[in-house]
């Protein structure tokens, strides 16, 4: 995240520009709604007191749809709603402003409204980008390119190898105005608390997942569906939207709500296998322009990995001014910081699970595979006697096309990655 690495810089006495496309910091940003506060507590001390949250997450939950059925884990705790907290929903405009102040407080320069068009480039090092303003040029011994998915700036500095469009993934977010009272009550929560539901099985055959985010005021939908399967089909993301909206673990839960706004972003889930290189003579690449995003089912994590990515690159670009070395080597801090804490290492700790989930057997088979198997386990047919467990799950696993060498393949893959 930019603003994270324009803090850290500006804090080491460094001169910073920090560029904004849009007309105020996070105007162009869009993300689903929950941050996460430990990567904070080193960056700003006592954050909670300040930043402009909508709701504590003190309620998590895992669902599992299909057709008209669902199957959830659900963990609540008040722990999560008592400082140092846990995860919190805001509107990124929101965060990224405060963020912005506290950069600009440090010391560092703050231009909106500028596209940056390229990077200039001097006997093969970067030493500044182009922008759309008159006279655009800015010059810098160290550029932090932080321009998102498909980062224009590393493939030109020749980062990226290519493309993968099987490992990028569109979120489509519907945000929805309800009265707070209302959402205390169906979401089962008060005060400041607020709910995270990630959901399985409802993107209709296409690589993904959904999810519902409290807000104050609001509430989050929205499913996140892989490019490539998204493109060789007619439908659009919001029938899909509004199919999640209609299905009977959700609707009541969203009955009479109103459309607030519409987005979509484009995530890049491929993981530790599918990033590029992030270092090069006068350049870093941090957050999505990395793809630094954690898409692992049970945690669907990326700004705080945009946050501590950036955090990062503004120390290790600091570091490289101060011994006046901003080659790809005197840069190399910023790989050895994020190898070395949660960044890269829940990255590689997870390598191959964004290929597990993406798979056709956890985004289609499991779903109605668990589903089967959870309604023949409460379903009472006396006078016919209990069937047991294990026969239910070998009938279903039959019925379902699932071979038992595909689950315990993934599920050696899953405890890989997870375990």
Do not use: M
């Given at each position: 995240m930019a603003v994270a690495a324009a803090l850290c810089a500006a804090r080491a006495g460094r001169s910073v520009v920090l560029v904004e496309r849009g007309p105020f910091p996070g105007s162009k940003n869009m993300f689903g709604g929950v941050v996460y506060g430990r990567i904070l507590d080193g960056l700003i001390p006592r954050w909670w007191e300040e930043m402009p949250i909508q709701r504590w997450v003190t309620r998590r939950q895992t669902m599992v749809v299909d057709a008209d059925?669902?199957?959830?884990?659900?963990?609540?705790?008040?722990?999560?709603?008592?400082?140092?907290?846990n995860g919190a929903t805001v509107y990124?405009?929101?965060?990224?402003?405060?963020?912005?102040?506290h950069a600009v407080a440090a010391g560092a320069q703050l231009v909106c409204s500028t596209t940056v068009l390229g990077l200039i480039r001097e006997d093969g090092r970067v030493v500044g980008v182009r922008t759309d303003r008159p006279e655009g040029e800015l010059r810098a011994q160290v550029v932090i390119a932080c321009d998102g998915v498909h980062s224009f700036l590393a493939k030109e500095a020749g980062l990226y190898d290519g493309f993968?469009?099987?490992y990028f993934t569109v979120g489509v977010k519907e945000t929805l105005s309800l009265p707070s009272d209302v959402i205390d009550e169906r979401f089962g929560v008060r005060g400041r608390d607020g709910v995270d539901i990630e959901?399985?099985?409802c993107t209709g055959g296409i690589p993904g997942g959904g999810f519902v985010y409290t807000n104050r005021e609001s509430v989050a939908l929205g499913v996140v569906l892989g490019t490539q399967a998204l493109a060789a089909q007619d439908r659009r993301p919001e029938e899909l939207i509004a199919e999640l909206k209609a299905h009977p673990a959700i609707?009541?839960?969203?009955?009479?709500?109103?459309?607030?706004?519409?987005s979509a972003h484009v995530i890049p889930e491929g993981g530790f296998r599918h990033m590029p290189d992030l270092v090069t003579d006068g350049l870093l690449v941090a957050g999505d322009a990395a793809a630094l995003c954690l898409a692992a089912g049970i945690w669907l994590e990326g700004v705080n990995f945009a946050i501590g990515s950036g955090m990062a690159a503004g120390q290790a670009a600091a570091e490289a001014l101060r011994l006046d070395d901003v080659t790809a080597a005197g840069l190399s801090g910023y790989r050895r910081r994020i190898?070395?804490?949660?960044?890269?290492?829940d990255h590689r700790k997870l390598a191959g699970v964004a290929d597990l989930i993406l798979s056709e057997r956890v985004q289609t088979a499991y779903p109605r595979l668990v589903a089967n198997i959870v309604e023949r386990i409460f379903t009472v047919d006396n006078p016919?006697?209990?069937?047991?467990?294990?026969?239910?799950?070998?009938?279903?696993?039959?019925?379902?096309?699932v071979r038992t060498r595909d689950l315990a393949r993934d599920a050696l893959e899953g405890l890989k990655g997870f375990g």
């Open positions: 059925r669902s199957l959830s884990i659900d963990y609540r705790t008040g722990a999560w709603g008592r400082p140092p907290y990124r405009p929101d965060l990224d402003a405060w963020l912005a102040e993968d469009p099987h959901i399985l099985g609707a009541p839960l969203v009955e009479g709500a109103t459309l607030q706004e519409f190898e070395t804490n949660f960044v890269l290492a016919n006697p209990k069937p047991g467990f294990n026969r239910i799950v070998r009938d279903e696993l039959r019925r379902a096309g």
